[in-house]
């Protein structure tokens, strides 16, 4: 058994992996960048090496630099987690020519799905089950449309290396081949330095549904059943499931022989996926296989009871699997939803800051928290911005969306936009309820996804304006003064003691709150006035927990605060608002010259249009990326740019101004 391990990642997944390793006995040692100092998985780790500068170019995705530092350690193994070099073939070599265990499947496994349109000829003489496609090596663009046009429309266009949705675009029609071909080129080039591009027939009503796989040194292999990722944005899994909802046990077993078919195919060993496509009438087609351990994996774990990092660490010491497949089988049901920084109001555009309020629900059998960061932490502009990944598990489907759900209201982060609310309303949505999903779930449902709220203002209107007025009250006391009564700055002659409050809710509509010191009521208590409705209010606020009782119903929430930016956590609902100071003649704002701001930090990557020329509202201007992502900038309404502020290729900060733009009068 391997005694001293090395884990050549970061984050999440590298501390999940330590938890295991140390289980096992086995020692660990973690790599850091610079931005990872001090991070969770460093502080996890027996030991900790610093490998370089915050990019993951020049730190993560050093292989010299992690083969070194594993043989100056003594670790015996290497385990990549997923992303960054988990795929590699290359580094793979190099760990055995080191004479280093990699964690992981033979190179030549490794090489054979690395790229896509390889990985589908082997499919094909296997007889494992394709998309119609295109997956040759004739990349002109005159041949990719020309095969468009042979298999028809829609098809999906992606990128033979590629993976987690990068490099990958949907094209309805003819029309719109060029530019989406050039996006999904330029996307793939910069996620995996290779533009090579297959062309598949896109499929309407398709599930993703994935099977597990495992195979040892010694001819055997299992699968451990399948986990249903239809649930997708941009290609991207947002709550994965397992097992999936309505598989019959006959179409399960096809599923899984046919991937472990493909595994043979390639004389697989260690944990692998196989992902396919399940039409609605039962087909199903071969999509890739991920070499690797997958982010899903939890789910797979919960329904069997098996840990896939301690399988994959005695399968890499060589020894046999744990189970055969009639050993193995499904208890109950779980789901695994990704919190991310993120704003789904814009386009899912990642966020950066500081994690100033960090509270997940309480872990048990039920609920558990695989993260890689602690309250305090930032999220980077450097890696993906997951902030964790909550996985619940109970008795059947029904009962697992429920502990999801609460599990959801319950997780309570401040400082960056989440997607939390976004999760929420998928769980508790009709149609997921009722596992009526495609692929296109989101997009099908997407009014009514993002129309439907966690938040409910009128609720938590009166505890927004006590916990500010609590805020003022203890921050007064700490300063010596002693009565509420003498809090206000805003009291007024011939009234009792009386401020009026301004908030912004959820950055939009403004309330304006009258609150009224009512010391004969009760002492220690607020007379509260919004849109006519009035409520008497009291309680404390003390380390971001606030003890309410609202017209004589007590109840206890969470309260975070930082810059009079607020954000309200209820039982069953949440709130975000920001107290709108008074204006005190003091003129901040800033004149942009009517330029258009990057959304956060990132590279310029195309400048698409000329000054001085006259483009409509909508015309996309600026194409940038950031972390991995493009992102395009658009003309706000008819006019013209004046000036462009950067060249393509140039790094542009997060709120600077990338342009100059003329609105036409």
């Known amino acids: 058994m391997i005694t001293k391990l090395l884990v050549a990642n970061r984050g999440e997944i590298t501390c999940r992996i330590i938890k295991t390793a140390k289980r096992l006995g086995i020692a660990t040692v973690a790599v850091y960048s610079d931005a990872d100092a001090q991070a969770l998985h460093v502080q996890l780790a027996d030991e900790a090496v610093h490998i370089g500068g915050s990019a993951s170019k020049d730190s993560y995705l050093r292989a010299d630099k992690i083969i ?15 992303g960054f070099l988990s795929e590699n073939a290359d580094f793979a070599s190099r760990c055995a020519s080191n004479e280093l265990i990699f964690v992981g499947p033979p190179v030549g496994a490794i090489e054979a799905m690395g790229s896509k349109s390889a990985a589908k000829t082997i499919m094909e003489k296997a007889n494992v089950p394709l998309v119609p496609g295109y ?46 071909l050039g996006a999904a080129k330029r996307e793939a080039m910069a996620s995996f330095n290779d533009d090579i591009m297959l062309v598949e027939k896109y499929l309407t009503q398709p599930r993703h549904v994935e099977i597990q796989v495992f195979c040892d040194e010694h001819g055997n292999g299992v699968y451990l059943f399948e986990r249903d990722c239809s649930v997708q944005r941009r290609h991207q899994k947002v709550i994965e499931e397992a097992p999936a909802p309505g598989m019959s046990a006959s179409l399960r077993q096809e599923m899984g022989e046919a991937a472990l078919k493909a595994a043979k195919a390639i004389q697989y060993v260690g944990a692998g996926t196989v992902e396919f496509l399940l039409d609605h009438d039962g087909a199903f087609y071969f999509m890739e296989m991920n070499t690797r351990l997958q982010v899903e994996h939890p789910v797979t774990e919960m329904i069997t009871g098996q840990d896939l990092v301690e399988w994959q660490l005695r399968v890499a010491s060589g020894e046999p699997l744990p189970l055969a497949q009639d050993e193995l089988k499904i208890h109950g049901h779980a789901f695994e939803a990704r919190i991310y920084a993120e704003d789904p109001n814009n386009e899912f555009l990642p966020a950066t800051g500081t994690l100033s309020t960090l509270r997940p629900p309480e872990e048990n059998r039920y609920v558990r928290v695989d993260t890689g960061v602690v309250e305090g932490d930032s999220v980077s502009v450097f890696y993906d911005p997951m902030i964790a990944k909550l996985i619940v598990w109970d008795e059947d489907r029904d009962k697992a969306l429920e502990r999801l759900g609460i599990a959801l209201r319950d997780y309570h982060i401040h400082g960056v936009v989440t997607n939390i609310e976004f999760l929420y309303n998928i769980a508790t949505f009709p149609a997921f309820k009722a596992a009526d999903f495609t692929t296109r779930f989101i997009e099908q449902h997407y009014d009514k996804l993002f129309s439907t709220s966690l938040s409910d203002n009128d609720e938590l209107v009166p505890f927004a304006a006590l916990s500010v007025l609590l805020k003022q009250h203890n921050a007064h006391t700490r300063s010596g003064w002693r009565s509420p009564a003498l809090i206000f700055d805003g009291w007024r002659a011939n009234e009792r003691h009386t401020q009026h409050i301004t908030l912004s809710m959820q950055g939009e509509d403004e309330l304006d709150i009258i609150a009224q010191y009512a010391p004969k009521h009760r002492l220690d208590t607020w007379k509260i006035t919004v849109n006519d409705q009035t409520y008497f209010c009291s309680g404390e606020l003390n380390d971001g927990q606030l003890d309410a009782t609202i017209d004589g119903h007590r109840q206890r929430l969470t309260v975070a605060n930082v810059d009079n930016h607020y954000h309200l956590f209820g039982e069953k609902s949440s709130l975000q608002f920001t107290q709108v100071l008074p204006d005190l003649g003091i003129d901040t ?12 930090n990132g590279t310029i990557v195309s400048l698409l249009v000329e000054t001085n020329t006259t483009v409509e509202k909508g015309t996309p201007l600026v194409i940038m990326e950031a972390m991995k992502m493009e992102h395009t900038i658009k003309a706000p309404a008819a006019g013209s740019v004046a000036e462009f502020y950067f060249s393509e290729g140039q790094l542009v900060d997060g709120g600077a101004a990338l342009l100059d733009f003329n609105a036409d009068e």
């Open 589 to 600: 704002e800033q004149d942009s010259a009517g330029g258009l701001t990057a959304p956060m």
């Open 135 to 180: 997956h040759g090596d004739d990349q002109s663009e005159q041949l990719l449309l020309k095969s468009a046009r042979e298999i028809g429309f829609p098809v999906l266009l992606k990128a033979a290396a590629g993976g987690g949705g990068k490099g990958m675009r949907q094209v309805h029609s003819e029309s719109e081949f060029n530019q989406a």
């Open 68 to 82: 070194d530092v594993a043989k100056q350690t003594g670790a015996q193994a290497i385990h990549p987690g997923y």
